[in-house]
């Protein structure tokens, strides 16, 4: 199937940075689109930004242009550079997959998720 590795979460202060990265491995046959959601507790998980194979992008509202997803074809890795993270921003961030396996399957992946928490 379809490994999805996180890493880059952590504590960080209001208005600072995070990168977020997610590493693909797996029967992948080709990614239809790859994406970030976040979860914070007691309420349900959302759409933070995803990237589509051919490299359009879209975005939550409330990201209002302080993210930027990105992804690495050679390394089948997607990253999410955080700046100016507010409060509100702290959830645990999960990668998603969607694409065909090399069996013609179609597959969605989820990460176990990598906690943010931002706070002075």
């Known amino acids: 199937q379809v490994q999805l590795v996180e890493s880059g979460g952590g504590l960080v202060q209001p208005g600072g940075s995070l990168r977020l990265s997610c590493a693909a491995s797996?029967?992948?046959?080709?990614?239809?689109?790859m994406g970030w959601y976040r979860q914070a507790p007691g309420s349900e998980r959302e759409l933070v930004a995803r990237i589509f194979g051919g490299g359009d992008t879209n975005y939550a509202d409330f990201v209002e242009g302080r993210f930027t997803i990105s992804r690495d074809h050679a390394k089948n890795t997607v990253y999410l550079q955080m700046n100016s993270l507010k409060p509100e921003d702290t959830a645990v961030y999960y990668c998603n997959f969607r694409g065909t396996l090399r069996s013609m399957r179609s597959h969605e992946a989820w990460g176990q998720g990598t906690l943010v928490t931002v706070s002075s």
């Open positions: 797996g029967s992948i046959f080709s990614t239809n689109v």
